[in-house]
């Protein structure tokens, strides 16, 4: 597999590799908590962790940034706090087939994707990278899926 790095980090990368001195990025799951309050609204990392992995957190920010944009353009008065904590619960909902897609995946994806001796792991990442190979739709799913092109959590059960 080939990445792309600036040629400046080359030296170092290499350095670190023949150490054995590579990091990890730590990973918990951080679940969503809506608390509904007037006048703040949490959204990305601050809401809820996203994974590290696909860069989730940035694409269901940005998502929530349009659905809270729909969602408040009725709104005459922004200042009235219960009519817009109102709002603001519908807001919960209508983000999650977008949020909810994508941290799955990204999920899963980590599971695969981490670095384990176990077999079954090994074979998984495999299949993935066959699955992936496949192109044409098998490819362009799960990327529209992460990228949250495609919010269909169904769309989601056909790729797994």
Not at 75 to 93: G, I, K, Q, V
Request: glycine share 6%; aromatic share 8%.
């Amino acid at each position: 597999m080939y990445l792309w790095s600036p040629p400046e980090f080359n030296d170092v990368f290499a350095a670190a590799v023949d150490k054995g001195n590579i990091r990890t990025m730590p990973n918990r799951s951080m679940p969503a908590d809506p608390r509904p309050t007037p006048g703040a609204v949490l959204m990305g990392d601050a809401f809820k962790m996203h994974h590290p992995l696909t860069g989730g957190g940035v694409t269901v920010a940005l998502s929530d940034i349009v659905v809270l944009r729909n969602l408040l353009k009725p709104l005459r008065d922004l200042n009235d706090a219960p009519t817009l904590c109102n709002y603001l619960e519908s807001f919960y909902t209508l983000r999650k087939p977008v949020a909810s897609t994508i941290n799955t995946l990204a999920g899963a994806l980590y599971k695969v994707f981490c670095a384990s001796p176990d077999q079954a792991r090994k074979e998984m990442r495999q299949a993935c990278f066959d699955y992936l190979s496949l192109r044409g739709l098998f490819s362009e799913g799960p990327v529209s899926l992460l990228s949250g092109l495609n919010p269909r959590p169904l769309s989601y059960v056909l790729h797994t």
